[in-house]
């Protein structure tokens, strides 16, 4: 009988697993490093996120959205709500757009956000032009790095949700994920900036672009715009003006403010329009006769209506022109639904918002309104 070399058996056993361990490494080019376990740490943080699926800065609204839990959620903000950049810097409400991961701080007593941050612990690529995307290797390529998109990714233009399939081998992205896991993607052509210098004399006041773009400005304010024609209006304490701007695609506008100051302290005459008829209207808490135009200075007021039956009405108001009508619907008492940050909240909530407040196009300019 043969005695068997031990030695051989070792030797050749070696060989056969290297030979299979090779063999299983073929094929997987396009393979993307998997992320070691996440900790208790990161998994709490990620439980934390909202995706901003819509920020509708006329109404002070927010759609968010958690991985998490797969939920919607609809919140409310308001003039005293903070808004801060990654750094906990203040920012500007325009600046949170579709796309981007925010964290928000509990409700106050009248159900608004006290709080909106950007995110530090999610990474945002600007400007993204190589790019490919694979969604059948749930792969997306930037430059030379491969990213994950076997999850979910939200993709959107210009505030709307979108498909890979929309995306243009042309387009230029910002691209939003966490480690190697893209999370959210961005279609950002078609897109300038908007760069405001000298702006402290209207700091903590509104910019108006057309009627449907509204910020808060900040010190040096730049904002992400979609190309177009616009009429710029600035307003508080009595200064302002307007002015004709164009935003060209991929490029920086700038704006002066102190060439819209004016060169006195201007006033706008205010109508109003108001759904019910016995009602209190006051100004800056004085009462005013509403049946008349009334006169406000320009820059931010408070406007605040009652009527017996009827939810008080409080907005801040933004005067910046000449003449302007405003027109208000007032909510029946009990008929406007609480919103409740609980699963069984959804983006139905957002229907049952019915106090609104509108511009009149015909003869007049426009009045921003924003709720306390």
């Not at 094929?27 to 900790?39: A, H, M």
Request: charged letters at 30%.
């Amino acid at each position: 009988m043969r005695k068997i070399n031990l030695h051989k058996i070792i030797l050749y056993a070696l060989v056969l697993f290297m030979a299979m361990f090779c063999l299983a490494g073929c094929g997987k080019g396009d393979e993307i490093e998997t992320e070691s376990e996440q900790t208790e740490s990161e998994k709490s943080q990620e439980d934390q996120l909202f995706l901003i699926l819509e920020n509708d800065t006329l109404e002070e609204s927010m759609r968010l959205y958690s991985f998490s839990s797969g939920m919607e959620y609809y919140y409310e903000y308001g003039f005293s709500t903070q808004f801060k950049d990654k750094y906990g810097n203040y920012a500007s409400a325009a600046e949170f757009t579709s796309g981007r991961f925010v964290t928000i701080a509990p409700r106050d007593k009248d159900g608004y956000l006290t709080e909106v941050q950007l995110s530090d612990y999610v990474w945002e690529y600007e400007k993204v032009r190589r790019f490919q995307i694979d969604e059948a290797k749930g792969v997306f390529t930037i430059a030379d790095t491969k990213y994950s998109i076997r999850d979910e990714v939200k993709v959107f233009s210009n505030g709307k949700e979108i498909t890979f399939s929309d995306i243009s081998k042309d387009d230029i992205l910002t691209v939003v994920g966490i480690d190697k896991k893209i999370r959210s993607v961005i279609v950002t052509t078609g897109h300038g900036t908007l760069s405001l210098k000298n702006t402290t004399l209207f700091e903590d006041s509104f910019l108006q672009l057309n009627n449907n773009i509204f910020a808060m400005i900040t010190p040096n304010l730049e904002l992400e715009v979609p190309e177009g024609e616009y009429t710029l209006k600035v307003a508080n304490d009595g200064w302002g003006g307007s002015t004709k701007i164009e935003i060209l695609r991929g490029e920086t506008t700038e704006i002066d403010l102190e060439t819209l100051k004016g060169e006195g302290k201007k006033k706008g005459l205010i109508s109003f329009k108001i759904d019910v008829e016995e009602v209190e209207v006051y100004v800056d808490y004085q009462r005013i006769d509403h049946t008349k135009p009334v006169e406000l200075t320009y820059g931010l007021h408070v406007l605040q209506i009652e009527a017996e039956g009827y939810d008080t009405w409080k907005k801040y108001l933004s005067v910046n022109s000449e003449e302007a009508t405003l027109i208000i619907e007032l909510t029946e008492e009990g008929s406007q639904e609480e919103t409740s940050e609980s699963e069984e909240e959804s983006e139905d909530a957002a229907d049952s918002e019915e106090a609104e407040t509108e511009t009149e196009e015909e003869g007049t300019e426009s009045l921003e309104s924003t709720e306390i």
